[in-house]
């Protein structure tokens, strides 16, 4: 009797679950989503390649110190790097005593207490430090920008779709929205008036809303000068500053990828050993 009811029972929420099911997809057969700005001139990333793409891929050292550099002068003033500490930038390429210079050197200085008093203060930082956030907390992190949040950004590239690729379009992506068209030909003013960019915000069709807070990071070429006399364009330094922040994401991206293909060969190997053992130990068996 008991299964009996547990069997009716299962069979009554299965029939609710498809009687919902069922309805939900009669109701967008019949009354279909409206379509909206986001979803009709949101642009997809540009087609953009690095040196670390693809299995075999490596990092450009020199590439990653121009992108510290573009990260140092320009994104630095508003975005933090909590999970980098100066020390990792011996990956990169730099002695010990240029790190040691770099930290000495970066604008922000390491929260700290003076001994003496117990006031809060600050001191150069030095390789075992973490890159100090441009700001003291959050609340002033949106006082200083319309309210808004800058994200940090070491892990920025493993949390949007495309990673590299979305950061160096969103960098280039700044457009003008007064006749702004899309691929297909669409005026977005002309098809949405209601989207025009409210005051304060700034309109680029590669962020998810279309509209950013962040005023355009890169605006002119040779906003840095780079040390390897490489001409500092604005592709060029979003490219360079994307491809360090995958390194700052995914800094032993070349490790894995060596592992992977170990593991691979060893597979690879195994896979002949076992395969003429089965044969040597079968062979005088009649199958």
């Not at 690095?50 to 002068?73: C, I, M, N, T, W």
């Not at 000068?225 to 364009?233: L, P, Q, S």
Request: aromatic share 10%.
């Amino acid at each position: 009797m008991v299964r009996l009811v547990a069997f009716l029972v299962g069979v009554f929420f299965s029939g609710m679950l498809l009687l919902g099911l069922g309805d939900t997809v009669i109701t967008a057969i019949k009354e279909p989503a409206v379509p909206t700005a986001e979803h009709d001139f949101y642009e997809k990333p540009l087609a953009v390649s690095f040196a670390h793409d693809g299995p075999l891929g490596k990092f450009d050292r020199g590439q990653l110190q121009r992108g510290l550099k573009v990260y140092s002068e320009v994104c630095a003033a508003c975005h933090g790097l909590s999970l980098v500490s100066f020390r990792n930038f011996a990956d990169l390429g730099y002695s010990e005593d240029e790190v040691k210079a770099i930290a000495k050197g970066w604008k922000t200085e390491v929260p700290t207490i003076n001994p003496e008093t117990g006031e809060p203060a600050t001191r150069p930082a030095i390789p075992a430090d973490r890159i100090p956030s441009p700001f003291a907390n959050e609340v002033a992190a949106r006082a200083a920008n319309n309210n808004a949040l800058p994200p940090d950004l070491s892990l920025i590239t493993k949390a949007r779709a495309d990673g590299p690729a979305y950061v160096y379009s969103l960098l280039l992506g700044y457009r003008e929205q007064v006749g702004y068209k899309n691929a297909e030909g669409k005026e977005l003013l002309k098809e949405f008036p209601e989207a025009a960019t409210p005051p304060g915000l700034n309109f680029n069709p590669w962020f998810a809303t279309l509209n950013i807070a962040m005023a355009q990071p890169i605006s002119a070429d040779d906003q840095v000068t780079y040390d390897d006399g490489t001409k500092a364009t604005q592709e060029q330094m979003a490219k360079d500053v994307s491809a360090f922040l995958t390194w700052t994401a995914e800094p032993k991206l070349e490790n894995r990828k060596s592992a992977g293909w170990a593991a691979l060969g060893f597979l690879i190997i195994f896979t002949g050993l076992a395969w003429m053992s089965y044969k040597t130990i079968w062979a005088g068996k009649k199958h």
